[in-house]
């Protein structure tokens, strides 16, 4: 779907001609800036995505980042505490002390939570280094099911495979312990993932695919493998780890991986300092901007000295100080963009769901979705989580069980019946925030 023929641009129309008479009601002179929000996070909400920061669980102590964080971001991915071996140091025995601090203060700041990673190539605790063949494959796919029984439900997109690809023309695998039990173990890790957490997005995660090139190719072509054989696989993540240029490719190539049906997100951006850094970081927003299933933007650090690399490639300085960087991308994201449907994995072959929201201050108007999956359905129900503060306050064509928290949508007589593929929609609303959340549609 192009941007032109998206609705999500009358969708902000609205939201926007909303905010200003919220803002007019209240009183405050500032109409011509109501529309313009000041913080990542909220800004990056307009359009319904999320802005997120790579942070770690040693840092969270330290008052000016966790300032920052907590006013600037609303997702977090967890730097290394989720990774195999900060997870199952030895083999069978998991430990997620430090994997929960993250997940506990993205659920303090009401954010999502990316998962990473599941299964890569590096940082393997010693014990799967020195595995091969059946053992590491047995080893490895228990590790998946396991950490993703354990954070079930809690996170947004794990991202299930890292960097599976190789760098250089080829286009192909790397090699790698993983790769040699052979070259099914990629799905079958997003398999035992969807088993295991069904309503986690399940996304693949890269370096070096910044544009349509040779190993972007390998992973698209993977990608559009997964999705005609039915392999669990929801998005790709694109790390996005930038240098002093960006390839002219790089939302052509983000929108090649929409159009096979995934989410796309930037995971793990970061850009060298000195030369473009404030436009390069501009640039990659507006990419995600003007890319319908761009879900979010995740930061791979806070202030430059939180970064793994050495070269001032993040948004705030050393001291904690807004960057040139900071500014490009809130201008970026407060000029808009095509808006995001938020769908659900298709987890239980049954049905899906979608919301497209109209929310202003104080209020928003859902409608919902609901398509059935390769067989007939015979009565639904939709389950929506709602943020804390938001209630529903009337539905159509569907009713529903409670107003806060998790509310359950059932159909009505004349809806509940959908032929394999076909759709139906309802609608609700409601006080304070919209749902961010992806609904979950089982049948009956
Ligand atoms: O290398 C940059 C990123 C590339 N994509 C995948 C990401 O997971 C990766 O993150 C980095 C972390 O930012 C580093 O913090 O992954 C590195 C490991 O490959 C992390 O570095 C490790 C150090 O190598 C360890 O010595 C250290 O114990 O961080 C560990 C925890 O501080």
Redesign the pocket.
């Known amino acids: 779907m192009t941007p032109r023929s998206n609705p999500g641009p009358r969708r902000v129309l609205v939201l926007s001609a909303a905010t200003a008479s919220m803002v007019i009601a209240a009183g405050i002179a500032a109409v011509g800036t109501a529309e313009a929000a000041s913080t990542l996070g909220a800004s990056a909400a307009q359009t319904g995505r999320y802005f997120g920061a790579?942070i770690?669980a040693g840092r969270l102590g330290d008052s000016t980042y966790t300032r920052i964080l907590t006013t600037e971001f609303n997702s977090v991915t967890p730097?290394?505490e989720m990774?195999w071996d900060a997870t199952e140091p030895s083999q069978g025995n998991f430990t997620y002390g430090n994997g929960d601090r993250i997940l506990n203060q993205g659920n303090a700041m009401g954010a999502k939570v990316r998962g990473?990673?599941l299964l890569w190539h590096?940082?393997q605790p010693g014990w799967a280094q020195g595995m091969s063949g059946t053992a590491l494959r047995n080893a490895a796919i228990n590790h998946v099911t396991q950490v993703a029984t354990h954070y079930r439900g809690k996170i947004y997109a794990w991202d299930v495979v890292?960097?599976a690809f190789a760098d250089g023309g080829g286009g192909g695998r790397r090699d790698s312990n993983l790769q040699r039990t052979g070259n099914d173990w990629i799905e079958a890790a997003f398999r035992a993932a969807r088993a295991a957490d069904p309503a986690a997005k399940l996304c693949y995660n890269d370096?070096n695919t910044d544009g349509v090139n040779a190993k972007s190719t390998g992973i698209y072509n993977m990608v559009r493998d997964f999705k005609s054989r039915g392999v669990p696989i929801d998005c790709v993540g694109f790390?996005s780890?930038l240098g002093t240029g960006i390839d002219s490719t790089y939302q052509a190539n983000l929108q090649r991986f929409a159009d096979l049906g995934v989410d796309v997100q930037i995971t793990?951006l970061d850009v060298q300092q000195g030369g473009n850094q404030a436009n390069i970081y501009s640039t990659v927003t507006k990419a995600c901007l003007a890319v319908t299933r761009c879900t979010g933007i995740t930061v791979?650090g806070i202030r430059d000295t939180d970064s793994?690399r050495s070269d001032n490639p993040l948004l705030f300085d050393g001291s904690g100080n807004k960057k040139a960087a900071y500014t490009s991308v809130l201008n970026a994201l407060n000029a808009g963009g095509t808006m995001p449907p938020t769908t659900s994995p298709p987890s239980s072959g049954g049905c899906t769901a979608s919301v497209s929201l109209n929310a202003w201050t104080g209020g928003y108007v859902a409608t919902v979705r609901v398509t059935a999956g390769s067989t007939a359905v015979n009565g639904w129900t939709v389950a929506v989580s709602l943020p804390s503060g938001s209630a529903v306050t009337n539905a159509w064509s569907a009713t529903n069980a409670g107003t806060t928290g998790t509310v359950n949508f059932r159909n009505v007589d004349y809806n509940g019946q959908l032929a394999a593929g076909g759709t139906t929609e309802f609608g609700f609303q409601g006080t304070g925030p919209g749902p961010s959340a992806a609904p979950v549609c089982r049948v009956g």
């Open positions: 790579a770690a730097e290394n990774k990473h990673a590096a940082q890292n960097e370096y790390q780890h793990e791979w793994w």
